[in-house]
């Protein structure tokens, strides 16, 4: 249990002053109201009505009473002075060791409502109730869960107790917490499960983890015969037969992260857990094995379907630009034959065919005529010819997928199911006329294909074809889906509806900040848009950047792009001499330096959640953090006469510390350092946050990724989308295949992040925009402003 989890700058920071307030923080703590002034201006002595202001300030501020004037800020003695007509000369002097401090403590506890943390009433047992209940939904990390306990003492007037009682009751709820999902998890299981799940860790029985190893594998791969290996494996999940069923009232989300803790993590590292922490784990494992292989196959499936698609399409545009000189001369043939019929007054009426002829052969028409209808095809055809040609690979994939990957539907998509069912029965998908073959499901592009005139399956292979390009669809807009799932699984899982929505509404609004009348709520956006609109139509005629023109008969805004910034001479200077003093190091030596000065060493935990007990880990880890994120293997940063770089030891760290989770947690830290440095305050409050992405080329063979010819030319490719702050720090992370809609990952950059910033504006370019986007951030209390392309 990992009672102590804040470094000694977290500590520091508890219940002090941080830096200058902001003006928003002195006007809503340190306003003092005219009861307040009333009652401060019947206490005798300048220097006791400034302590009595400062004491209650800092109590509805941080929390707690200061007990010496150097933690103060200057501006915030100003502030209070001024509202006291108090003279400059006024000062504090004796007031912090003085009786008269510790009645006006009661005096504030009385008259104001403050309370101690352990007084009687119940708010030790209301908080560590709602501490639990986080934990409980998902939010077991340590410091965002100390941040937010710090958040409810403050709202409830409650004066923070010292920080390591805090610290230690935060650990102790979230132990508990966690104990109580491992206990659930394992009731859940059989006396047999839970005998197989022990014998995993047994080397002589014949179920061993490397058993487990083989079933927790993904597919690597983009290839037909890694999406059957990787149904081998799926049928294997379920012939191993240890799917317990989850329990009752544990959230799928807190199952789903123990879960990916067993399928990422290092085998000694799991073998290493104690109990009962372990068979939880493994338990959790098996209560989303077969969902998340069945995902890993659905999502294979599609990009092989995909890819089956593009090859098809690709080829027929090959052919049609081998034959594009025949084509060509085909439709040449029929233009004069047209001009011919059109403009031509000299052809007899009563025998137009023969003049036709005798000038244009009609041997040369009909070849002309059968070359078009060979090459030439509506916008919307499909490549039949080349997918016929694809058969039997078409064939073997679809078979697999639909005999082996368990799917459901939504009522849209029945008829993909009931279509996919029927195939299923089908022994000789070559050989069979299918006339009884359901049809709602053919896609409107295939009907000519695969249909007759009395609406009956005529062409069996079209009719196959026409069925893989209706499942992908409907596999795509999770009309179809996995079953059992989770990210290919039913979209519908989860909504409330009924009674069930009806009573969970009051909290949700509460929790969102938003009222239960949807009236009230169009209202307010209704005001804020007309009062924007009517500012902006007040400034347009002497707004130089901005006008309305006339464009195609239609009125349209123009904004004039911004001029670029000339670069001054100081700016010029300043870079050159910041250039001049970077000293120069190697990367390792950087590492190293910034864990010092930082201590963000701490973020890297066992999987047992233990700090390391060896010498010179931070060493190890500093070296092990460079060969990974360098991707330049151990090699270059072995050496074997020191024992901290030897390569057992930097395997070993890899191995057991560095994981997504503390990956995420110093680079928590980090920001947090960065954030306590005086210059960046200059920048920004870190209020603000820009989101954009990076386009990278990825192999042929990455599962994971998607086309753009924009930006991957004929090959596939990936996207790595950045959360950036006004300070310059990174918040978050996300790599999507393709370029998937920027705006469809955005709030999950912002809601995962994990650092002390909490942007409520992010910036980002159009491509990002949507209607649903919009709605969403203002829904989660954040403004979405999306940047004007080529603005500048």
């Given at each position: ?7 000694d700058?977290?500590r ?8 200058t ?7 809503r703590?340190f306003h003092?109201d005219t009861?307040?002034l009333?009652f401060?201006?019947?206490l005798?002595g ?6 009595f202001a ?10 707690t009473?200061l007990d010496?004037e150097?933690?103060i800020?200057g501006?915030v003695?100003?502030?209070?002075s001024?509202q006291?007509d108090?003279p400059?000369?006024?000062?504090l002097g004796?007031?912090?060791a003085?009786?008269?401090r510790?009645?006006?403590l009661?005096?504030?506890r ?5 309370s101690?943390f ?18 409980w939904?998902?939010?077991?990390r340590?410091?965002p ?6 958040e409810w003492?403050l709202?409830r007037k ?6 390591t009682?805090l610290?230690?009751?935060?650990g102790?709820?979230?132990d508990r ?9 394992i ?10 799940i022990?014998a995993?860790?047994t ?7 490397s058993a487990?190893?083989?079933l927790?594998t993904v597919p690597?791969?983009?290839s037909?015969?890694?999406?059957v290996?990787?149904?081998d ?5 379920r ?7 989850a329990?009752?009232g544990v959230?799928?989300m807190?199952?789903e992260r123990?879960a ?5 993590g290092k085998?000694?590292?799991i ?11 493994i338990?959790?494992?098996f ?5 998340a292989?069945?995902d890993?196959?659905a999502?294979?499936?599609?990009a092989l379907?995909?890819?089956l698609?593009?090859?098809a399409e690709?080829?027929?545009r ?7 000189r025949e084509?060509?001369?085909a439709?040449?043939l029929?233009r004069?034959?047209?001009r ?6 000299g052809?007899?009426?009563d025998?137009w065919?023969e003049?036709l002829?005798?000038?244009i052969?009609?041997?040369d ?5 059968q070359k078009i209808?060979a090459m030439a095809?509506?916008s ?6 080349q997918?016929r040609?694809r058969?039997?690979r ?11 990957v ?7 998509g029945?008829?993909v199911?009931e279509a996919?069912?029927?195939?299923k ?5 070559t050989?069979a006329?299918?006339?009884d073959?359901p049809?709602?499901?053919i896609?409107?592009a295939?009907r000519?294909?695969?249909?007759d ?11 196959v074809f026409?069925?893989i ?6 596999i ?11 990210r290919?699984?039913?979209?519908r899982?989860g909504?409330l509806?009924?009674a069930?929505?009806t009573?969970?509404?009051p909290l949700i609004?509460?929790t969102l900040n ?8 169009i209202?307010?956006l209704?005001?804020?848009?007309d009062?924007?609109y009517?500012?902006v139509?007040?400034r347009i ?5 901005l ?6 008969g239609?009125s349209q805004?123009?904004v ?7 670069e001054p001479d100081?700016l010029k ?8 003093r970077?000293?120069?190091?190697d ?15 701490k973020?890297f ?7 390391a007990?060896?010498?010179d880990f931070?060493?190890s880890?500093g ?6 994120g360098c991707?330049i293997g151990?090699?270059p ?5 020191i024992p901290?770089l030897?390569?057992?030891r930097?395997s070993w ?12 947690a110093g ?5 947090a350092?960065?954030?306590a ?16 992405g990076?386009r990278f080329?990825?192999?042929a ?8 010819p924009?930006?991957?030319g004929q090959?596939?490719?990936l ?21 998937l809609?920027d705006?469809?990952?955005l709030?999950?950059l ?6 002390e910033?909490?942007p409520l504006?992010i ?5 990002s ?6 709605a969403?951030f ?5 403004q979405f402003?999306?940047?004007l392309?080529?603005?500048?």
């Amino acid at each position: 249990m990992a009672i102590q989890f804040l470094s000694d700058e977290q500590r520091g920071r508890y219940g002090r002053f941080t830096g200058t307030p902001t003006p928003d923080t002195l006007a809503r703590y340190f306003h003092l109201d005219t009861s307040d002034l009333d009652f401060i201006q019947g206490l005798r002595g300048e220097h006791n009505r400034l302590g009595f202001a400062l004491m209650l300030g800092t109590a509805r501020c941080l929390g707690t009473f200061l007990d010496q004037e150097a933690d103060i800020p200057g501006r915030v003695l100003h502030t209070l002075s001024r509202q006291l007509d108090l003279p400059a000369a006024v000062t504090l002097g004796g007031y912090f060791a003085s009786r008269q401090r510790e009645r006006h403590l009661q005096l504030i506890r009385q008259r104001y409502g403050f309370s101690d943390f352990l007084d009687e009433g119940g708010t030790y047992f209301r908080l560590a109730r709602w501490l639990y209940a986080r934990c409980w939904s998902g939010e077991d990390r340590a410091v965002p869960l100390f941040e937010q306990a710090v958040e409810w003492l403050l709202a409830r007037k409650v004066l923070l107790p010292g920080v390591t009682v805090l610290e230690r009751f935060v650990g102790r709820v979230r132990d508990r917490a966690q104990r109580r999902l491992w206990r659930k998890l394992i009731e859940g299981l059989s006396t047999e499960q839970r005998r197989r799940i022990d014998a995993m860790f047994t080397e002589n029985d014949p179920v061993t983890f490397s058993a487990l190893e083989a079933l927790r594998t993904v597919p690597t791969r983009r290839s037909p015969t890694e999406f059957v290996r990787h149904l081998d494996r799926l049928d294997a999940i379920r012939a191993f037969d240890l799917r317990p069923v989850a329990p009752r009232g544990v959230p799928p989300m807190v199952i789903e992260r123990l879960a990916r803790v067993a399928r990422q993590g290092k085998p000694s590292a799991i073998v290493a857990l104690q109990e009962p922490r372990r068979t939880a784990t493994i338990a959790a494992l098996f209560y989303t094995l077969e969902a998340a292989a069945q995902d890993d196959a659905a999502e294979l499936a599609e990009a092989l379907v995909v890819d089956l698609n593009n090859d098809a399409e690709a080829s027929a545009r090959d052919e049609r630009s081998r034959n594009q000189r025949e084509l060509d001369a085909a439709a040449i043939l029929l233009r004069e034959l047209t001009r011919m019929v059109l403009e031509d007054d000299g052809l007899p009426l009563d025998r137009w065919r023969e003049a036709l002829f005798e000038r244009i052969p009609r041997e040369d028409l009909d070849e002309a005529v059968q070359k078009i209808d060979a090459m030439a095809m509506p916008s919307d055809a499909k490549p039949y010819a080349q997918l016929r040609k694809r058969w039997r690979r078409a064939k073997r994939l679809f078979f697999q997928i639909a005999t082996r990957v368990q799917t459901a539907a939504a009522p849209n998509g029945e008829p993909v199911r009931e279509a996919v069912e029927y195939l299923k029965g089908v022994p000789n998908w070559t050989h069979a006329p299918m006339r009884d073959a359901p049809t709602a499901a053919i896609p409107k592009a295939w009907r000519p294909y695969v249909l007759d005139e009395s609406e009956r399956v005529v062409d069996p292979k079209a009719y196959v074809f026409s069925i893989i390009d209706a499942w992908r669809a409907a596999i795509k807009r999770r009309d179809v889906f996995t079953e059992p799932g989770a990210r290919y699984g039913d979209p519908r899982r989860g909504l409330l509806e009924g009674a069930a929505w009806t009573s969970s509404l009051p909290l949700i609004c509460r929790t969102l900040n938003r009222s239960l009348d949807a009236d009230l709520e169009i209202e307010g956006l209704t005001r804020l848009l007309d009062t924007a609109y009517r500012e902006v139509n007040s400034r347009i005629d002497t707004n130089p950047d901005l006008r309305i023109e006339k464009v195609d008969g239609k009125s349209q805004i123009i904004v004039t792009p911004l001029d670029k910034l000339e670069e001054p001479d100081s700016l010029k200077a300043l870079r050159a001499e910041v250039a001049r003093r970077m000293p120069r190091v190697d990367l390792p030596d950087v590492v190293l330096e910034i864990m010092g000065r930082t201590g963000f060493a701490k973020a890297f935990t066992h999987l047992s959640e233990r700090h390391a007990r060896v010498e010179d880990f931070a060493t190890s880890l500093g070296a092990a953090l460079v060969a990974t994120g360098c991707n330049i293997g151990f090699a270059p940063m072995i050496q074997e006469s020191i024992p901290a770089l030897r390569r057992e030891r930097l395997s070993w760290v890899r191995q057991n510390f560095i994981r997504a989770d503390t990956l995420s947690a110093g680079g928590a830290i980090l920001v947090a350092a960065h954030n306590a440095l005086p210059l960046v305050a200059h920048w920004g409050a870190g209020d603000v946050a820009s989101a954009d992405g990076m386009r990278f080329l990825a192999p042929a063979s990455a599962i994971h990724a998607g086309p753009n010819p924009k930006y991957f030319g004929q090959g596939r490719g990936l996207t790595w989308n950045n959360l950036l702050s006004n300070q310059f720090s990174g918040l978050n992370g996300l790599v999507v295949p393709g370029t998937l809609r920027d705006s469809l990952v955005l709030l999950a950059l912002l809601l995962e992040q994990e650092t002390e910033l909490e942007p409520l504006e992010i910036m980002t370019d159009t491509a990002s925009y949507s209607d649903a986007v919009f709605a969403l951030f203002w829904l989660l209390g954040y403004q979405f402003s999306p940047r004007l392309a080529d603005i500048g």
